[in-house]
């Protein structure tokens, strides 16, 4: 008797880390925050970027709701703040008043918004190897520019492993994950697309 093997489903995480490898290596192309080349002028004007997609999107997975019952907190997640910060000290008087992106990812069912979560919460974990980086080629501190990138601090681990257990619990079905796998694609086209429109405005 032929006893077939059922192969075990493929972790949403593993997924996400897989398929959406091509976006997110074309959007680190866009921004070299790596190089030691980089000027503090480009510095603050990819901040600027990152604050006009950051606060729309923010808003709009906090208005899905339900993020409490499933162990994230919102407010505690969002970078707005700290990008409005680290602008300021950047001598950007006004960030509010800096432009602000209006095409974002599908965000408005649970699947989808934690797709576009795990873009958000995935610079946060990568922010720790570029705050190094600009603190070699910029001397940028946590008081001179550098709260976005420095993110959690010494909890990222642990905000990034609730984040990790949060998803894998909503993503069930393959349904479920195909939605959230597309949306995280569609937030790293959608924020690679913002951050070049604005280097070819310049």
Known sequence: MNIETVPSPTSIL?????????????????????????????????????????????????????????G????????SPLLEADLRALGVANPEALPICTDLPPHGTVSAAFGCLYVLEG????????????EKSLGVTLETGGRFFIGYGDRTGLMWQAFRTAVTAAAVTAADQDEVVAAAKATFIK????IVAEGNAR
Not at 72 to 79: A, F, G, N, S
Not at 191 to 194: C, I, K, T
């Open 14 to 70: 593993a997924r996400l880390r897989t398929e959406t490898r091509p976006e997110h290596d074309a959007i680190e192309g866009a921004l070299d925050l790596m190089s030691e080349t980089l000027r503090p002028e480009a510095y603050r004007r990819t901040l600027e970027r990152f604050y006009g997609f950051y606060s729309p999107m923010e808003a709009a997975l906090e208005r899905v709701g339900g993020w409490t019952q499933r």
């Open 72 to 79: 994230l907190d919102m407010v505690e997640r969002q970078k």
């Open 123 to 134: 610079a946060t974990l990568g922010g720790q190897i570029i705050k190094g980086a600009v």
């Open 191 to 194: 924020l690679r697309a913002w």
